[in-house]
């Protein structure tokens, strides 16, 4: 019945796309092209990708911040060349490893229109963790590599999640320990915010000091994803984390940050839909810590 009702929808959109233009649900962009219609129509309905894996606006820090040096050098350094040696893993994303002319390496994620890869979402949250100050994801940035447009991220030189296990049981001390239960606490309620799905234990790093980077949010935004998590099953994780002095600095970020202007950023960043249910997850944190 669903395909019958998006094949009837289709030949309509066909058949009257020369002559009436259509709207984009997010920008309101008229779209005067006919083949850019039909290509909305198919990535949105038959693809059933979200506004945010199909927005092309660029992306800008939020709240007019200052990129650093590292960052700037991301976006805009040349690419030296490709890493080689790298375990790449198993994800949808497919990600490239380079060496740019600076010395610093990083991980490129082109734009491809499939359900669990979003660039703008990966800068997205990163942003979001640097404005609230959780400091679990690496330096990500929007950039165009070879004519094709993704995101960059800072390459860690760290151990992967699989053998978190192992180095609490025989590598970690028990400072170590407790700093990376702590993180793993507090990634959980990012996770909550930025509804990553998609965080199992290859999608972050951690050191043998307890250090954790978030790495591989490209779910995030769009409820999509295998690891989903209802808020119940992270309640506990979340109190945890904000009874700290630390989870109380980032409440304060977070309810200080919560205005129009932020609002409107994200709706640029994500389109209407989705932003609006992540607002709704940030109201349920600010009532729950209150």
């Known amino acids: 019945?669903?395909?019958?009702?998006?094949?009837?929808?289709?030949?309509?959109?066909?058949?009257?796309?020369?002559?009436?233009?259509?709207?984009?649900?997010?920008?309101?962009?008229?779209?005067?092209?006919?083949?850019?219609?039909?290509?909305?129509?198919q990535d949105r309905y038959i693809k059933g990708l979200k506004e945010s894996q199909i927005l092309d606006?660029?992306?800008?820090?939020?709240?007019?911040?200052?990129?650093s040096e590292v960052e700037l050098s991301m976006k805009f350094s040349e690419v030296e060349g490709e890493l080689t040696g790298i375990h790449r893993g198993a994800g949808s994303t497919d990600p490239t490893f380079y060496a740019l002319d600076d010395g610093i390496k990083v991980v490129w994620k082109e734009h491809k229109k499939i359900k669990l890869s979003n660039y703008r979402a990966e800068v997205l949250a990163f942003e979001l963790d640097r404005l609230w100050?959780?400091?679990l994801v690496p330096e990500t940035v929007e950039r165009s590599i070879d004519g094709g447009v993704g995101s960059v991220q800072l390459f860690k030189e760290s151990i992967t999640g699989p053998l978190l296990k192992y180095n609490i049981k025989n590598n970690m001390s028990?400072?170590?320990?407790?700093?990376?239960?702590?993180n793993l606490s507090k990634q959980s309620m990012f996770?909550?915010?930025?509804?990553?799905?998609?965080?199992n234990v290859n999608n972050y790093l951690f050191t043998l000091e307890g250090e954790l980077y978030s790495i591989d949010n490209a779910?995030?935004?769009?409820?999509?994803?295998?690891?989903?998590?209802?808020?119940?099953?992270?309640?506990?994780?979340?109190?945890?984390?904000?009874?700290?002095?630390?989870?109380?600095?980032?409440?304060?970020?977070?309810?200080?940050?919560?205005?129009?202007?932020?609002?409107?950023?994200?709706?640029?960043?994500?389109?209407?839909?989705?932003?609006?249910?992540?607002f709704g997850r940030i109201e349920r944190i600010i009532q729950v810590n209150d």
Not at 17 to 38: D, K
Not at 57 to 65: C, D, M, Q, W
Not at 247 to 266: C, L, M, P, R, W
């Open 133 to 135: 100050g959780f400091n």
């Open 191 to 199: 996770d909550y915010l930025i509804e990553n799905n998609d965080r």
């Open 1 to 41: 019945m669903r395909i019958q009702f998006l094949a009837l929808l289709f030949l309509i959109l066909f058949n009257s796309c020369s002559s009436s233009p259509i709207r984009e649900p997010s920008s309101l962009n008229l779209r005067e092209n006919c083949f850019e219609a039909l290509s909305y129509f």
């Open 57 to 67: 606006g660029e992306l800008t820090p939020i709240n007019n911040r200052e990129r």
């Open 219 to 278: 779910a995030s935004f769009t409820g999509i994803g295998f690891y989903q998590k209802s808020f119940a099953a992270r309640e506990e994780d979340i109190k945890a984390f904000l009874s700290t002095d630390e989870g109380e600095a980032v409440f304060k970020n977070i309810v200080s940050s919560y205005d129009e202007s932020f609002k409107k950023q994200i709706i640029e960043y994500i389109g209407k839909k989705d932003a609006r249910r992540f």
């Open 174 to 182: 028990e400072e170590a320990i407790a700093r990376v239960q702590h």
